[in-house]
């Protein structure tokens, strides 16, 4: 087995990466890297060499490494196409690009662990109250307002868009994050958490979840 998984259970971004090797049926092997306050294992100096960012995921195949989950999912679509998960042709490539980015770019850098510690540390403030309710909402006007009448996000099949979308709709449950408005990405999203891909690369069925 050569691929090589870095992972935490509860990292969003790191579930879609489980998500996209499982829907193309990939062997891969999972290296748990705790986050956990007071463990921090992603800032120990081991994993500091493979990854100077010092976050997950990051993907092993031989001798190659990739870090940030965008890059390891263009690379695995590009070295193991079997199973496609960007369509080939346009504008419905572009598409999908542009909704991974809606929660790549938009929602995710203001609403991940690093900035919500900050804003606890620093500004004695509970991102909780408001703050992340506010950005999942402002991305996911956008995102459905393009997301297909399903039954996944853009269509018939699922694509990285739905790798994209799943993790963010578990993390704004998490939270409590209200989804009434958000119709079509609620359906698309429990339509992906039918299928035994999306099942097993949840952070619960994880080895380390809790830790």
Not at 149 to 160: E, H, I, K, Q, R
Not at 176 to 205: G, H, I, R, W
């Amino acid at each position: 087995m050569s691929l090589r998984l870095y992972s935490y259970w509860r990292s969003s971004a790191a579930y879609r990466v489980r998500i996209a090797l499982n829907l193309k049926g990939l062997d891969y092997e999972i290296v748990p890297v705790s986050l956990a306050p007071g463990v921090s294992e992603h800032r120990g100096e081991a994993y500091r060499a493979k990854n100077p960012q010092m976050l997950v995921p990051y993907l092993e195949d031989g001798e190659l490494g990739i870090a940030q989950s965008m890059a390891i999912l263009e690379y695995l679509e590009e070295a193991y196409p079997g199973m496609r998960l960007l369509p080939q042709s346009e504008p419905a490539r572009s598409q999908v690009r542009a909704f991974c980015n809606m929660i790549a770019c938009d929602i995710h850098p203001l609403n991940n662990l690093r900035v919500m510690n900050y804003i606890r540390t620093q500004f004695n403030a509970d991102p909780a109250d408001g703050w992340y309710t506010h950005w999942v909402h402002e991305g996911f006007r956008a995102a459905e307002a393009i997301a297909s009448d399903g039954p996944y996000v853009l269509g018939a099949n699922t694509t990285l868009a739905d790798v994209f979308l799943v993790p963010q709709v578990y993390n704004a449950r998490r939270f409590k994050v209200p989804l009434d408005d958000f119709p079509k990405l609620v359906a698309a999203s429990n339509a992906c958490n039918e299928l035994t891909a999306f099942q097993d690369a949840a952070p619960e069925a994880q080895s380390d979840a809790s830790a």
